[in-house]
């Protein structure tokens, strides 16, 4: 089964980017899909993009236009650019993994495998 760690999390000001970074490691990486999804305290899990094997993409529409997925498979690296930060994306994100699915899921139920999390803090 894979292991995932993320990475990239920090305090930045409405406006700013910040790249989230996601390793995994223990299976073959290209069998997942991937996922990133952030909790807010006092709130639900929620999805904001995934990834399947053939790169295709899924966003919330709450990061649609500012948030971009995407997947280095010869590093078995997932990655989340994330522009134009707004106070509301404050959250901990978590990357997750689906094996071998082909359709870019975007609910939290849907995945198996969940790193730690990086904590995303954006000021205004």
């Known amino acids: 089964q894979v292991q995932l760690a993320e990475s990239g999390g920090g305090s930045v000001q409405a406006g700013g980017s910040l790249r989230l970074s996601c390793a995994a490691s223990?299976?073959?990486?290209?069998?997942?899909?991937m996922g990133w999804f952030r909790q807010a305290p006092g709130k639900e899990r929620e999805g904001v993009a995934s990834?399947?094997?053939?790169?295709?993409?899924r966003y919330a529409d709450s990061v649609k236009g500012r948030f971009t997925i995407s997947r280095d498979n010869a590093k078995n690296t997932l990655y989340l650019q994330m522009n134009s930060l707004k106070p509301e994306d404050t959250a901990m994100y978590y990357c997750?993994?689906?094996?071998?699915?082909?359709?870019?899921?975007?609910?939290?139920?849907?995945?198996?495998?969940w790193g730690q999390g990086t904590q995303v803090t954006v000021s205004s």
């Open positions: 997750a993994a689906r094996f071998l699915c082909a359709y870019p899921y975007l609910s939290p139920a849907d995945f198996g495998y």
């Open positions: 223990g299976d073959t990486y290209t069998y997942y899909c």
């Open positions: 990834i399947d094997r053939g790169d295709g993409t």
